[in-house]
């Protein structure tokens, strides 16, 4: 008979190392400053026209994309919003992340900053995702 444990529907996470050669604190940065934010956020082909990040833990952020081909329309902006749920500056953000292209799903995002040789290890951890399409 099987128990709970086994019968529990596994949760979809997706999880990210990468060397940045920066200091932990530029790094940092690079996630808390909408300036800097604004500057490298998004996948391929996408600009960052708007982020408003008030990162502290219960404070909520709001980041807008859109497609490079229509950086100069109004058209074809998604947004990602939520709340900041843990925050040890220079070590850790944790947020809420609730995107329109993908509405009802509120998942989770936990980014660590760890120095290492040569700049700065980021580890991203996104789980509670509730598709593998979502999760792609």
Same mark, same amino acid.
């Given at each position: 008979m099987p128990t709970l444990e086994t019968a529990a529907v596994p949760t979809l996470?997706?999880?990210?190392?990468?060397?940045?050669?920066? *200091?932990r604190e530029r790094v940092y940065e690079a996630w808390t400053k909408p300036e800097i934010l604004k500057q490298w956020f998004g996948p391929t082909?996408?600009?960052? *026209?708007?982020a408003s990040l008030d990162v502290r833990e219960g404070g909520s952020y709001s980041i807008d994309v859109k497609p490079l081909s229509e950086a100069n329309s109004p058209h074809g902006m998604a947004t990602a919003a939520g709340t900041y749920t843990k925050v040890v500056p220079n070590e850790l953000l944790q947020f809420t992340w609730d995107p329109t292209w993908n509405p009802g799903e509120v998942s989770l995002v936990t980014v660590t900053f760890a120095d290492a040789r040569?700049?700065?290890?980021?580890?991203?951890?996104?789980?509670?995702v509730t598709s593998e399409q979502s999760r792609d």
């Amino acid at each position: 008979m099987p128990t709970l444990e086994t019968a529990a529907v596994p949760t979809l996470m997706l999880e990210q190392s990468r060397i940045i050669r920066a *200091p932990r604190e530029r790094v940092y940065e690079a996630w808390t400053k909408p300036e800097i934010l604004k500057q490298w956020f998004g996948p391929t082909h996408f600009v960052c *026209p708007n982020a408003s990040l008030d990162v502290r833990e219960g404070g909520s952020y709001s980041i807008d994309v859109k497609p490079l081909s229509e950086a100069n329309s109004p058209h074809g902006m998604a947004t990602a919003a939520g709340t900041y749920t843990k925050v040890v500056p220079n070590e850790l953000l944790q947020f809420t992340w609730d995107p329109t292209w993908n509405p009802g799903e509120v998942s989770l995002v936990t980014v660590t900053f760890a120095d290492a040789r040569g700049g700065t290890q980021i580890n991203i951890r996104h789980e509670l995702v509730t598709s593998e399409q979502s999760r792609d």
